[in-house]
C-alpha cells in the first residue's frame, strides 16, 4: 500500500538542478532573516514567503528578461527568482552599503531595474497595467507580471485594474498565490465566491494550479502565458500554495492543526524524498552560502542617502 505522502513524491518530475537551488536559497535567505530578528539585528518587519519558494522560481522560468515584474509584501522569493543577487537584497532589508535602494526601500518597497515591490495591498495591478500597455506599443510580445495573494481580492484597485486591461488588451499576467489565509483571516471567511468567479465577471483568462511540482506549474501556464503575449490579454495564473511561516516575522494565529496541515503540503521535504542526493548537495550549498552572504552584509557599514 503507498502511502499518500510516497505518492506525492513519486509524482514529481526531475527537478533542475538551477531550479531547486534558487528554491533553496529563498529558504535559506527567509529563515536567516527571521533569526536576524530574532536575535534584534533588523528593524522594522518583513514578511517572508517560506512554503512558496517554488512559484515564482516557475514562473521566473516562463518570463523574458524584458517583461516587468511587480512584487508584494512577500516578495523576497520573488526578486531571488528573478536576480542573482541576493548581498545586494539583504543589505537593502539592513540598510547595509552595497543596497539596491540605499536602504531606502527596506523588506517591501524594492525597484530595481525592470522589477518593483510594494506593501501597499494591489497598489500595483493598476501600475502593472499601465506599464503592460507601454509594453504592447513599444516592444510587442512582452508583458507585465505582478504577484498578489488571495486576501488582495478585498482591494477595489483589483477590479479597476482587470476592467481597464480587458478593455484595453493589456498583456498582463496575474498571479494569484492563493495561500488561504489573509493576514490572520481565513480566506474561507472574507472572501466570497472563487477567484476564477471574479476572473469571468470580466472576460478575463484564469488557469488554477495545484501542484508543487516546477516543471508541472510551468507546463500548464506556459500556454496561459503565450495567450497574454500573443493576444495582448490579461490572465490570471492561480496557484494554490500553503504559508509554512507567521503573517510577519512573528504573529501567527493559526491553531498547531492549520500549522500541521501547511507544513504537510510544503515541498521541501517531498523534494528531499524523492530526489535524495541531487537534494543534500545542494541543500547544503545554499544554506552555506546564505550564511556567507549574512556574514558579509553584516560587517557592511551602514547605508548612506543623500536626497538628489
Not at 228 to 245: D, K, N, Q, W
Not at 258 to 284: G, I, K, M, S
Request: aromatic share 6%; glycine share 8%; charged share 25%.
Amino acid at each position: 500500500m503507498i502511502g499518500a505522502t510516497e505518492e506525492r513524491v513519486r509524482d514529481l518530475t526531475p527537478v533542475a538542478d538551477a531550479d531547486l537551488e534558487r528554491m533553496l536559497r529563498i529558504r535559506y535567505f527567509e529563515r536567516a532573516l527571521l533569526r536576524l530578528f530574532e536575535r534584534g539585528q533588523l528593524n522594522g518587519t518583513t514578511h517572508t514567503c517560506l512554503g512558496q519558494e517554488h512559484v515564482p522560481v516557475a514562473v521566473t522560468g516562463l518570463l523574458d528578461p524584458e517583461d516587468f515584474v511587480f512584487s508584494n509584501h512577500r516578495g523576497h522569493g520573488h526578486f531571488l527568482a528573478r536576480y542573482d543577487e541576493p548581498h545586494a537584497l539583504l543589505a537593502e532589508i539592513m540598510g547595509r552599503e552595497g543596497a539596491l535602494c540605499n536602504g531606502v526601500g527596506g523588506s517591501q518597497h524594492i525597484f530595481h531595474e525592470r522589477f518593483l515591490s510594494t506593501g501597499v495591498q494591489g497598489e500595483s495591478l493598476p501600475v502593472a497595467v499601465g506599464v503592460a500597455l507601454r509594453l504592447k506599443r513599444t516592444a510587442p510580445g512582452r508583458l507585465a507580471c505582478a504577484y498578489i495573494g488571495d486576501g488582495t481580492w478585498g482591494e477595489g484597485s483589483v477590479y479597476e485594474a482587470l476592467n481597464m486591461a480587458q478593455l484595453w488588451r493589456a498583456p498582463l499576467l496575474v498571479v494569484v498565490e492563493h495561500n488561504r489565509i489573509a493576514q490572520s483571516t481565513p480566506t474561507t471567511v472574507q472572501m466570497a465566491g472563487t477567484v476564477a468567479g471574479r476572473a469571468a465577471a470580466f472576460g478575463v483568462l484564469h488557469h488554477r494550479v495545484d501542484a508543487v511540482d516546477v516543471n508541472v506549474i510551468r507546463a500548464e501556464l506556459a500556454p496561459l502565458l503565450a495567450r497574454a503575449r500573443s493576444e495582448s490579454r490579461p490572465v490570471v495564473a492561480e496557484i494554490a500554495v500553503h504559508r509554512l511561516g507567521p503573517h510577519s516575522k512573528g504573529d501567527d494565529t493559526r491553531t498547531s492543526e492549520e500549522l500541521r496541515e501547511a507544513a504537510e503540503h510544503d515541498w521541501h521535504p517531498r523534494y528531499a524524498a524523492a530526489f535524495p542526493e541531487q537534494f543534500a548537495r545542494l541543500e547544503e550549498e545554499q544554506r552555506a552560502f546564505v550564511e556567507r552572504v549574512v556574514d558579509d552584509v553584516m560587517i557592511r557599514p551602514l547605508s548612506a542617502w543623500e536626497r538628489p
